[in-house]
């Protein structure tokens, strides 16, 4: 039951020391989230944190896909998650038995971008996320075929990058997929002399309008070395929070999804990351149920990839 005389606030962070429990969140979280958290990252840096924290418990507030990362580097630990639906379109485009074939007769290097299932990192050779993607893709011998999944935007940006050629398994983010081309046109003509940001997880043509790509917390770093300059953000509106915190004279301008009108502020959501509320963190925190389980099989296998991406990170 909620004590009533404390805030929601309060109850998480009393529930939170009397369980010795670290919360880890993404970036596209929501503020009151993002700001009861204890640490607040990327994928590279959550995986990291999950891996050495000495907590009894993590909650992880960010996608499940992150959740099952920090439980395979941290098997010793409970991990919970705030909703067990909180998935993601580049995971799901992934099914492990079309992967398994895809791989099958092929003697390449297997890449996969750390947004996939526990299976598919299983079936990998090295994992990535897009902080460290380009070191460790440049890192592998140069003979060496490459396959890379699951997003293909991504995967086509690091062709460009690198020049390796690399077969790329044809998924994408709903996200970041989505921003309208016109809108980002629009926009840009109304404010000239913003700077154009992108995650690469956005296709071709958004990319080569941006001034700047990288992974969530390089665009921050970027905003925060560019301070008081406008930017005009491709990515998901979860980051905008802490960017404001980074630049607090600058003006972020979102670019709306094609269905969604200029002026939209929150279309650019992303509706796996949404799924988790204070409320659930609550709730969860005092039912200790949303356990991410994971058979020792997989996650042995799974870790072996993972690991390897730290080494060269
Ligand atoms: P980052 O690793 O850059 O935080 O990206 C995670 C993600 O899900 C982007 O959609
Ligand atoms: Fe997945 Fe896209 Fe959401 Fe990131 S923003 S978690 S890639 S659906």
């Known amino acids: 039951m909620v004590n009533n005389n404390l805030s929601l606030e309060k109850n998480i962070n009393k529930l939170k020391q009397d369980k010795n429990v670290v919360i880890l969140a993404h970036y596209y979280q929501t503020d009151d989230i993002q700001d009861i958290a204890d640490f607040v990252g990327d994928s590279l840096d959550l995986s990291k944190k999950a891996a050495s924290t000495d907590a009894d418990v993590i909650l992880f507030c960010g996608v499940k896909f992150m959740a099952e990362v920090a439980k395979i580097l941290n098997p010793t630990k409970k991990v919970l998650v705030p909703d067990l639906n909180a998935g993601c379109s580049l995971e799901e485009s992934c099914p492990a038995d079309k992967f398994a074939q895809f791989v099958k007769s092929e003697n390449s290097v297997v890449v996969s971008y750390i947004n996939c299932s526990a299976d598919i990192k299983a079936l990998s050779d090295i994992i990535v996320t897009s902080s460290n993607a380009e070191k460790i893709i440049k890192s592998i011998p140069a003979e060496k075929e490459i396959i890379f999944a699951p997003d293909k935007n991504l995967g086509n940006y690091l062709i460009k990058k690198t020049g390796r050629k690399m077969k790329l398994w044809n998924g994408s983010c709903i996200v970041h997929e989505q921003f309208s081309y016109k809108s980002l046109v629009k926009l840009k003509e109304r404010h000239q002399d913003a700077l154009i940001i992108a995650h690469p997880e956005c296709p071709e043509n958004l990319l080569d309008s941006a001034d700047f790509i990288g992974s969530t917390s390089r665009l921050l770093s970027f905003v925060e070395q560019n301070k008081g300059r406008d930017f005009i953000v491709l990515t998901e509106s979860g980051i905008i929070h802490q960017m404001k915190k980074l630049s607090k004279n600058s003006n972020f301008y979102v670019v709306p999804a094609i ?24 709730e969860v925190l005092t039912e200790e149920n949303n356990e991410i389980t994971l058979s020792d099989n997989l996650r042995i296998r799974a870790k072996k990839p993972l690991s390897r991406m730290l080494e060269l990170s």
Do not use: A
């Open 259 to 282: 269905k969604e009108d200029i002026s939209c502020v929150n279309c650019s959501n992303c509706p796996h990351m949404k799924l988790n509320t204070m409320e659930k963190i609550y």
